[in-house]
């Protein structure tokens, strides 16, 4: 058997998320449909992290095992000829058994782009979060701070987290102003369910002024979901980028102009 990697994109607001479903409305779905037609046979994919409906890959990392060779063009054109507009195979590596799309993986980053302004979006609707009152910047990268590094994160998890341990290392989570657009980057080995979204929800509730930045860290301390915001809405995040150790021999970036324009 030979084990391949693949690098996948997909707009997530076209699927039910990533996980396969019984009405085959997931993106795992369509891909498996895909590359079992260039397989001819059946192909079950693993992927690096799991997103919810709605959540947008720009760097998903999944792999197979098949009995079949086919040329790394085959799994990238080939696939992408089988596949809806809204999801894309980018590159395709052979890769020893050993490598593992979830388990091999050093960390995963993700963006939140959300749209901080008066009037709801339209064009990008499905593209960004949206809040329509004025944020305080300032205010909201005081509240970050207190997240960065190894934490129970417990209170922005989700009711549904299925993680053996609410315990993560969150090594980046960055929050910049460009023009309309608030752009938080976080990146850290692994994520729990739901904990970009509740965690951008609650520095929304700073941002706004409904509670200091200590807030955050004392929600943080607490362990306790329900002392936290709600959970924001998943059209503006994307998944980024999944690094992985040099051995592999994997492309380490997206290549979708949209990051492009947003890096």
């Known amino acids: 058997m ?49 997103t919810d409906a709605g959540v947008h890959a720009l760097a998903q990392v999944v792999h197979f095992d098949t009995g079949v060779e086919r040329p790394d063009a085959a799994w990238v054109r080939g696939t992408n000829a089988l596949l809806p507009p809204a999801l894309a195979v980018t590159w395709s590596r052979p890769v020893p058994q050993d490598f593992h799309a979830r388990y091999s993986a050093l960390s995963r980053s993700y963006r939140y782009l959300l749209l901080n302004h008066p009037v709801r979006p339209a064009a990008d609707q499905a593209r960004v979060g949206w809040y329509h009152a004025p944020l305080d910047l300032e205010m909201m990268q005081c509240a970050a701070r207190l997240l960065v590094g ?37 990146r850290a080995n692994a994520f729990l369910h739901h904990m970009v979204r509740n965690i951008v929800g609650s520095l929304v509730y700073v ?57």
């Open 2 to 50: 030979t084990r391949i990697a693949l690098g996948v994109e997909y707009d997530g607001g076209r699927f039910c998320g990533w996980q396969t479903q019984p009405e085959s409305c997931a993106a795992q779905d369509a891909l498996e449909h895909g590359l079992a037609e260039i397989a001819g046979a059946p192909v079950a994919t693993t992927c690096a992290g799991r």
């Open 207 to 263: 941002g706004k002024g409904k509670y200091p930045p200590e807030w955050v860290g004392e929600v943080l301390a607490s362990r306790n979901r329900a002392l936290a915001a709600p959970t924001f809405e998943a059209a503006g995040l994307y998944l980024a980028r999944v690094t992985y150790g040099p051995q592999w021999g994997l492309p380490d970036a997206p290549r979708t102009a949209f990051m492009s324009v947003m890096a």
């Open 150 to 186: 190894e934490h129970d994160f417990s209170a922005f998890r989700s009711a549904e987290c299925q993680a053996k341990t609410p315990v993560r290392t969150l090594a980046q989570l960055d929050i910049e102003r460009r023009g309309d657009c608030l752009i938080f980057d976080f």
